[in-house]
């Protein structure tokens, strides 16, 4: 998926998913929340932090 898609699938501008790809700014878990919908595949199994 290209970042115009992901972008546009997120409901965000393509110049804040090269920001946060780039690690030039701090993105809320909302907003990683809503990159990681976007694509519209559902997850695989559970995560867990360690």
């Known amino acids: 998926m290209s970042i115009e898609r992901l972008a546009e699938a997120a409901a965000m501008h393509r110049r804040s998913i090269i920001q946060i790809e780039a690690g030039r ?17 559902p997850p695989v199994g559970k995560t867990r932090v360690r």
Do not use: N
Not at 25 to 41: D, E, Y
């Open 25 to 41: 700014v701090a993105a809320r878990i909302s907003t990683l929340h809503s990159i990681a919908h976007a694509p519209g595949v």
